[in-house]
Structures are given as C-alpha cells and as structure tokens.
C-alpha cells in the first residue's frame, strides 16, 4: 500500500516538474510581503489529490530557509489510522518577491507553481492555485473564520473556475453544508 502511495505521490511531482505556470485566468497577487505571510495557516479547503487524502486539521507552517527561500512544513492527522502526518519541503519566488508567485518542492528538483491568487488584506486568509487548477487549497490563519470572508474566497476561486462542490472543506466557516468528507 504504502508502495502505491509513494507511486502516486511520484506521479504528481513528475506532472508538475517544470510546472510552475499560472494557470488562465489566475493573477498572483501584487504587493505580497513575505513576512506577513510567514507562520501557521489552516486548511479551511482543498480540492481532492492523493497526498492529502484523508487528512484532517491540516496546518501549513512557513519559515524561512537559510538559503533565503521558504521551509513549508505541512501537517494533519490521518482520519483513518489517527496518526499525524507531516511533509517539509521548500519554496522559492519564482520572478519578483513582490508577487505572490512562488514554486514548492517536496522532492528533490521536482517544483510545482503556487500561485496566491487572492489574499485577505490582513493576510488572514488566501486562496492558493497550484500549477493548473486541479490543485487549490483556501488557507486562513483561524481554524474559525469569518463566514463571510470564506464566502468571498469561494466566490474567487468561482471566477477563476473551480466550482463551490469541488471543495472539500475541512472548517465550515458557518457556511451552509455541503460537506464533503476528506475520509
């Protein structure tokens, strides 16, 4: 089992080697200041992909790397086995450190874009697009936002083409359910 995961997980990187496009109609955010946005976020939502299957309360932690790049610890607990997981990896800007365009390895070489497509102007929330928009995640820094924040940040990724029951969403946000399990 845990041959097929790692398959799969090798999979993905390898689609996005080289990968770090923006995907049509998604404009990184002008503006970003690093520091702001460094420390802990919550997973509020996330399209579905093999390497987070499963996973609850999921957190994504930024750092700064000695090499002046970005560590990216990502963690959550399996909903299954109960156990916690965790992946380190590293991201890097990917043109000017004023936009939020950045690329993110958990392997080796192998990168993927991570586009900030929009961002709360309190840096307490963002929508995040990967290198095509099969891969998403709405991240705030309360593991209780804002409903009416959540709402905009759905509407957003709405306008860029990811549609409201393609989420799956870990926080509710006081939002009507539509739920759908990450189990």
């Known amino acids: ?25 998604v404009e990184p955010v002008s503006g970003f200041e690093l520091p702001r946005y460094l420390g802990q976020w919550h997973e509020v939502a996330r399209l579905d992909h093999s390497f987070e299957r499963n996973l609850l309360q999921v957190t994504a932690t930024y750092s700064m790397r000695e090499d002046g790049g ?26 000017d450190e004023t936009v939020g365009r950045l690329k993110v390895s958990f392997f080796g070489p192998f990168y993927g874009g991570y586009n900030i497509a929009k961002l709360a102007e309190d840096y307490s929330m ?48 006081g939002l009507p359910a539509n739920f759908k399990s990450p189990a």
């Open 70 to 95: 970005v560590r990216v610890m990502n963690r959550g607990i399996d909903a299954q086995s109960g156990k916690a997981k965790q992946a380190e990896g590293k991201a890097y800007f990917v043109e």
């Open 1 to 25: 089992m845990r041959i097929i995961k790692w398959a799969g997980l090798f999979s993905v990187l390898m689609m996005q080697l080289g990968c770090t496009n923006v995907p049509d109609k």
């Open 126 to 173: 963002v929508l995040v697009i990967g290198p095509s928009l099969d891969y998403a995640w709405i991240l705030a820094r309360s593991d209780q936002p804002d409903a009416s924040q959540c709402r905009e940040f759905y509407e957003a990724a709405e306008q860029i083409g990811i549609t409201e029951k393609s989420w799956i969403r870990l926080l509710d946000c």
